[in-house]
């Protein structure tokens, strides 16, 4: 029942997030629209709202009743044994200290490089594919390959060292 509610709750985030990013988008003067891929910033808008749902997800319903548990073993230790239930819980706060710190520190300056590579690739396929026929005219398709090989490339590379990190 609750994972229906949740489904409810998060679409109606989720909507409000695209639709939120698009008004700013919107917002914003026709010198950066000039100057920015419309697939680049199409990417970065769709990827924040599913980050949102993998990040809710994960907390809601991946986390929560793990924490819940674990903070229901730690109480049900201490009114038994009372150092017991201190060391499990002092234990579980470390462990959670620990991953948290790696997380932000260690794994995510990777991934937002990536994230930012992706996003071009994203912004530099989809304006390639726009301009197809003025390459064509000017039969620069070799060209056009090797800009876009450029651009996948460096996403390649951002990738496999952020999917590193995340491993390690």
């Given at each position: ?5 949740w489904i ?15 008004a ?17 910033t ?6 924040g709202?599913?980050?949102y ?5 994960l ?18 230790m ?15 706060i470390v ?6 710190g ?19 690739v994203?912004?530099?396929l ?7 026929p003025?390459?064509k005219?000017f ?23 952020s ?6």
């Amino acid at each position: 029942v609750y994972l229906r509610l949740w489904i409810v709750f998060a679409a109606d985030v989720m909507r409000r997030l695209l639709d939120d990013g698009f008004a700013r988008v919107q917002r914003f003067a026709t010198d950066w629209h000039v100057n920015n891929f419309a697939g680049a910033t199409v990417r970065r808008i769709t990827r924040g709202m599913w980050a949102y749902d993998g990040l809710a997800d994960l907390l809601v319903i991946d986390l929560g009743p793990s924490l819940l548990l674990l903070a229901s073993f730690a109480l049900a230790m201490y009114l038994r044994e009372p150092m017991l239930g201190l060391c499990f819980a002092g234990a579980v706060i470390v462990f959670l200290t620990v991953s948290i710190g790696l997380s932000l520190r260690y794994v995510a300056p990777k991934n937002r490089i990536a994230n930012d590579a992706d996003t071009n690739v994203g912004g530099a396929l989809a304006d390639a594919v726009t301009c197809n026929p003025t390459v064509k005219a000017f039969g620069a398709e070799a060209r056009e390959e090797v800009r876009l090989g450029v651009v996948t490339r460096h996403w390649q590379l951002s990738s496999r060292h952020s999917w590193r990190r995340s491993l390690d």
